[in-house]
């Protein structure tokens, strides 16, 4: 016996299934902005979510290796105001020194974070 085809949409694959919901609350402002950004864009709520959802970048949070970094630099910059002010009662030649080893550690530090 054959089959005939009796029209319809094609299967979809398991790839370009809507399988799952996600249920998500806001607050009246968040909700009313969707509802009004969707309308603009002239698609439904749901994809404006979806559409967001895979345009959209996240920045990564700072990480406790950065976080130390940026304690370690703000520590530094303790250190250097201490030079400044010994470099203006003494002189610049007394501190030399002690400034240049302190500017190499920050740029070290700086190139790390970048």
Do not use: W
């Not at 319809?8 to 998500?24: A, C, N, Q, W």
């Not at 009313?32 to 895979?54: D, N, P």
């Not at 470099?87 to 400034?99: E, F, M, Q, T, V």
């Amino acid at each position: 016996m054959v089959r005939f085809n009796k029209g319809g949409r094609p299967r979809k694959l398991d790839g370009e299934k809507m399988k799952y919901k996600v249920t998500v609350k806001m607050s009246t402002v968040e909700y009313y902005c969707l509802i009004g950004k969707s309308k603009e864009a002239g698609i439904t709520q749901s994809e404006f979510v979806r559409q967001s959802i895979m345009n959209t970048t996240v920045v990564q949070r700072l990480t406790p290796e950065l976080i130390s970094e940026i304690r370690k630099l703000s520590g530094m910059a303790n250190n250097l105001n201490q030079i400044a002010r010994k470099a203006n009662a003494l002189g610049y030649d007394h501190i030399r020194s002690k400034y240049l080893f302190l500017a190499t550690k920050i740029d070290r530090i700086i190139n790390k974070m970048l």
